[in-house]
């Protein structure tokens, strides 16, 4: 089993906002086309949505929110998130290998963080590997009211230093795969 692509932002929303949240990532959405191929090849109907919307549980995002601590999205071609009180992880279909190796999959998915992140007022966007990995151990944090500060410190304490920029991340090796995440300023002035 392979080792899934995260990214974990910090969001501005309010509650009110919360029960437009599906509304408003739908209105923004757009696929990167560096991506395209990616999804064309692997992410099948079915097993995808056509646009951002709740799990079935609750009717709205703010009363799954009180209810479970977090709301559960299913997204376009190939995202799911959980929104928490102050964070929100986005997951993607595509592995953590293709992220780190593949320059268009690379491209693809911090463009699209970075359009999400424009919607959810985030100024900070944290990729990394799903569970597995040490970095993974992060997610942890979402359930504890944390936000993104929070993350990266606990990061830079029990993993490391991030990679220094996208760059680099062509030269992270099968060894440094485990330890290795990036974070990535968005939307100054937020």
């Known amino acids: 089993m392979g080792v899934d692509f995260t990214a974990i932002v910090d969001h501005g929303l309010s509650w009110d906002e919360l029960y437009e949240l599906p509304r408003a990532l739908n209105a923004a959405w757009a696929l990167p086309p560096a991506l395209r191929p990616w999804v064309q090849e692997w992410v099948r109907a079915g097993r995808a949505s056509w646009g951002w919307k709740l799990s079935e549980?609750?009717?709205?995002?703010?009363?799954?929110?009180?209810?479970e601590g977090y709301v559960s999205m299913d997204g376009p071609d190939g995202f799911h998130a959980s929104v928490h009180r102050r964070l929100i992880e986005?997951?993607?279909?595509?592995?953590?290998s293709s992220f780190l190796h593949e320059r268009d999959v690379r491209q693809g998915l911090r463009e699209s963080l970075r359009l999400l992140s424009t919607v959810?007022?985030?100024?900070?966007?944290?990729?990394?590997?799903?569970?597995?990995?040490?970095?993974?151990e992060a997610s942890d944090l979402l359930f504890e009211d944390a936000?993104?500060?929070?993350?990266?410190?606990?990061?830079?304490?029990?993993?490391g230093p991030s990679i220094a920029d996208a760059g680099s991340l062509l030269d992270v090796d099968d060894d440094s795969a485990e330890t290795a995440y990036f974070i990535e300023e968005v939307n100054p002035g937020r």
């Open 57 to 67: 549980l609750n009717s709205n995002a703010a009363e799954e929110l009180f209810n």
């Open 120 to 136: 959810v007022r985030a100024s900070m966007v944290i990729y990394l590997p799903d569970s597995g990995f040490r970095p993974s």
């Open 90 to 96: 986005f997951t993607h279909l595509a592995r953590w």
């Open 147 to 159: 936000g993104a500060g929070d993350v990266k410190k606990w990061l830079e304490t029990n993993v």
